[in-house]
Structures are given as C-alpha cells and as structure tokens.
Nanobody, 125 residues
Framework: VQLQASGGGLVQAGGFLRLSCAAS????????MAWFLQAPGKEREFVAS??????????YADSVKGRFAVARDSARRNAVHLQMNNLKSEDTAVYYC?????????????????WGQGTQVTVSS
C-alpha cells in the first residue's frame, strides 16, 4: 500500500488549500483513510477521516470542524482530498495521508498502518 499526498503550499491566513491523497497497491473500498498533521515541535494530531467507499464518516477534529472537509475524489479512483478553508496560522504543519484496512477511524496515530510522505502547509498571518 502506497499513499501519495500532494497540494501543500504557502497561503495567507483566511485562504484555502486542497490536499489530495492517491493510493495504490490494493483495493481500497473497505479501507479507512485519514489526515494527520504535525506542527513544528509537536506530536502528530488527528485532522479528519473517511472510509474510502464513503460508507463511514467523515469525522473531524474539533479544531477543523466547519473549516475542513474530507471527501472521495470523484474524478480519480482510490483518491481522497482534504479541502481546507479559512486557514489559520496554527494550521501550519506537515500533513500526512494515512490508511488502515480494519474497521474504525481512531484518532491515535498508532492505529494507522500506512503512511504517506507528508506535504507541507504554511499559513502566513
């Protein structure tokens, strides 16, 4: 299972970015996937999760509810995206796309078996 995240960049506070995660190597219909972030000097934190086939979730961290949206990518198979609106400086972090092939979408990073390489999001104030 390989995960490829993309779409990070530099944006001003109040702006938006759209991250994408493309998966390869397996059939992902029954998998869950999620986004985690890691800010400088901090531990990784759960951001959002959804089941690849759309039958579970989405679930969000309280800090991003109402601003971020995770969904399947209708244009690409085995891909999801994270739409991030009204970005804040505290959203600055490396964002990781992760997946697991067992039921559930826990918020602990240890419960996710597959990790992508991360994409940097920087929000300037």
């Amino acid at each position: 299972v390989q995960l490829q995240a993309s779409g990070g960049g530099l944006v001003q506070a109040g702006g938006f970015l759209r991250l994408s995660c493309a998966a390869s190597g397996r059939t992902f219909g029954s998998y869950f996937m999620a986004w985690f972030l890691q800010a400088p000097g901090k531990e990784r934190e759960f951001v959002a999760s959804i089941r690849w086939n759309g039958a579970g979730g989405p679930y969000y961290a309280d800090s991003v509810k109402g601003r971020f949206a995770v969904a399947r990518d209708s244009a690409r198979r085995n891909a999801v995206h994270l739409q991030m609106n009204n970005l804040k400086s505290e959203d600055t972090a490396v964002y990781y796309c992760v997946a697991r092939n067992v039921p559930g979408a826990p918020t602990s990073e240890a419960e996710w078996a597959y990790w992508g390489q991360g994409t940097q999001v920087t929000v300037s104030s």
